[in-house]
């Protein structure tokens, strides 16, 4: 009594094999995504997996341990007498097993499934969803052969930072079906933008804001923490982002007020939470005349937010073609801080001195408050 988790079963060795998401006595992670890191990875192993059942374990503990830091190790109870595959017209002929004693012979177990494929092919980045679960995820112009799945209906989705796009199709037994996802290109804000043309304008640029030509680059690092890792190619659309930092100023002429703990005009607000931020954006797309981007609903608390620290939990979701300003994803916002497309390869942001592009313990005076934004002084 008093102790979490699931108990271990014993399976009947020879006929039943027992798949458990985590280790006995422990507790199976929910995630951050619709799927716990377990139903994830089983799920995609179970339809496109060839190796046997014992084998497919190995990669979905391995996947669930990459996932979850190693906190979470999938475990599997039982020895079968015959291999068993879940993807049978991708694997090796199943073989009757020898029997436990001359006189006791089990019967050949064998599972029939049909099969077809699907190509998906699109025109943006996002991420591929099959029946609601993600598949894989898509880079601009690649068209991916999913192999081996089921003969049935399915619905799939291709969710993208400019909206998603969902579509019914029907695999059918030794046959191909493709489908297209085609997105109109919108240029987003990555801070506030009206939409831009997909060249740099000449004369249109918004006051205080650097126009980002879209591309794509190497987004994480192996040398930091397990969030950033692995390095993966995103790709992003163009898009504006602010210059400098919001000011205190900036701030209070849409909020009405400041509640930074260092006052200054010049300065950057502080004090101010996601959910400020948000509705900062919201305001300000309001007093420009532009359209907002999120919907803010306070009296509903999101059911996916699982983050012990916050409190609030407000349900907001946004609207990407919208015109108003916006916060920038954070691959937008390493994107810009990488140069873009024209990127030198910068240790820091703009630099390989960070004295010359930052405010740090060594140029800030030792004051233990900020400054004003680096780029407005200089």
Request: proline letters at 5%; aromatic letters at 10%; hydrophobic letters at 30%.
């Given at each position: 009594?008093g102790?979490?988790g699931?108990?271990?079963?014993?399976p009947?060795?020879?006929?039943?094999?027992v798949?458990?998401?985590?280790?006995k006595?422990?507790?199976a992670?929910d995630?951050?995504?619709?799927?716990?890191p377990?139903?994830?990875?089983?799920?995609?192993?179970?339809r496109?997996?060839?190796?046997k059942?014992?084998?497919?374990?190995?990669?979905?503990r391995?996947?669930?341990?990459?996932?979850?830091?190693?906190?979470?190790?999938?475990?599997?109870y039982?020895?079968?007498?015959?291999?068993?595959?879940?993807?049978?017209?991708?694997?090796?002929a199943?073989?009757?097993?020898k029997?436990?004693t001359?006189t006791t012979p089990?019967?050949?177990i064998?599972?029939?499934?049909?099969?077809?494929n699907?190509?998906?092919?699109?025109?943006?980045?996002g991420?591929?969803?099959?029946?609601?679960?993600?598949?894989q995820?898509?880079?601009?112009?690649q068209?991916a052969?999913?192999?081996k799945?089921?003969a049935?209906?399915?619905?799939?989705?291709?969710?993208?930072?400019?909206?998603?796009?969902?579509k019914?199709?029907?695999?059918?037994?030794?046959?191909?079906q493709s489908l297209?996802?085609?997105?109109e290109?919108?240029?987003q804000?990555a801070a506030?933008?009206?939409p831009?043309p997909?060249?740099?304008?000449?004369?249109?640029?918004?006051a205080?804001m650097v126009?980002?030509?879209?591309?794509?680059?190497?987004?994480?690092?192996?040398?930091g923490y397990d969030?950033?890792?692995?390095?993966?190619?995103?790709?992003?659309?163009?898009f504006?982002?602010?210059k400098?930092e919001?000011?205190?100023?900036?701030w209070r002429?849409?909020?009405g007020s400041s509640?930074s703990?260092?006052?200054g005009d010049?300065?950057?607000?502080e004090?101010?939470?996601?959910?400020?931020?948000?509705?900062?954006?919201?305001?300000?797309?309001?007093?420009?005349?532009?359209?907002p981007?999120y919907?803010?609903?306070k009296s509903r608390k999101?059911?996916?937010?699982?983050?012990?620290?916050d409190d609030?939990?407000w349900?907001?979701s946004?609207?990407?073609?919208?015109?108003?300003?916006?916060?920038?994803?954070?691959?937008e916002w390493?994107?810009?801080a990488?140069?873009?497309?024209?990127?030198?390869?910068?240790?820091?942001?703009?630099?390989?001195?960070?004295?010359?592009?930052?405010?740090?313990?060594?140029?800030?005076?030792?004051k233990?408050?900020?400054?004003?934004?680096?780029?407005?002084?200089k």
């Amino acid at each position: 009594f008093g102790v979490k988790g699931l108990a271990k079963l014993e399976p009947e060795n020879g006929s039943q094999y027992v798949i458990y998401a985590t280790e006995k006595d422990a507790e199976a992670l929910d995630g951050a995504s619709r799927n716990s890191p377990f139903a994830e990875s089983f799920v995609r192993n179970l339809r496109s997996s060839p190796k046997k059942i014992e084998d497919m374990m190995k990669d979905v503990r391995a996947e669930v341990r990459r996932a979850t830091s190693n906190q979470q190790n999938p475990t599997a109870y039982g020895i079968l007498d015959m291999d068993f595959y879940f993807n049978s017209s991708a694997s090796p002929a199943v073989t009757e097993a020898k029997p436990v004693t001359p006189t006791t012979p089990k019967p050949q177990i064998e599972t029939v499934w049909l099969y077809g494929n699907l190509e998906v092919e699109t025109n943006l980045a996002g991420d591929l969803y099959l029946n609601g679960d993600k598949f894989q995820s898509l880079v601009v112009g690649q068209k991916a052969k999913i192999s081996k799945l089921v003969a049935g209906d399915y619905t799939v989705e291709l969710r993208t930072v400019e909206g998603n796009q969902s579509k019914q199709v029907s695999v059918q037994k030794d046959q191909t079906q493709s489908l297209a996802f085609k997105f109109e290109k919108k240029i987003q804000a990555a801070a506030v933008v009206t939409p831009a043309p997909t060249s740099k304008p000449s004369t249109s640029t918004p006051a205080n804001m650097v126009y980002v030509e879209g591309g794509s680059f190497n987004m994480g690092s192996n040398d930091g923490y397990d969030s950033e890792k692995p390095v993966h190619k995103v790709s992003v659309s163009s898009f504006y982002i602010g210059k400098y930092e919001v000011t205190q100023k900036e701030w209070r002429e849409v909020m009405g007020s400041s509640p930074s703990y260092f006052k200054g005009d010049d300065k950057p607000v502080e004090q101010v939470s996601w959910y400020d931020a948000i509705e900062y954006c919201n305001q300000r797309s309001l007093k420009e005349g532009l359209t907002p981007c999120y919907t803010i609903d306070k009296s509903r608390k999101d059911p996916n937010n699982t983050n012990e620290y916050d409190d609030i939990k407000w349900s907001v979701s946004v609207t990407w073609q919208a015109n108003g300003y916006r916060l920038p994803t954070e691959a937008e916002w390493e994107y810009a801080a990488r140069g873009g497309n024209k990127s030198k390869g910068y240790k820091y942001s703009g630099s390989d001195d960070i004295s010359s592009v930052a405010w740090y313990e060594v140029n800030s005076s030792d004051k233990g408050e900020n400054h004003p934004d680096y780029g407005t002084h200089k």
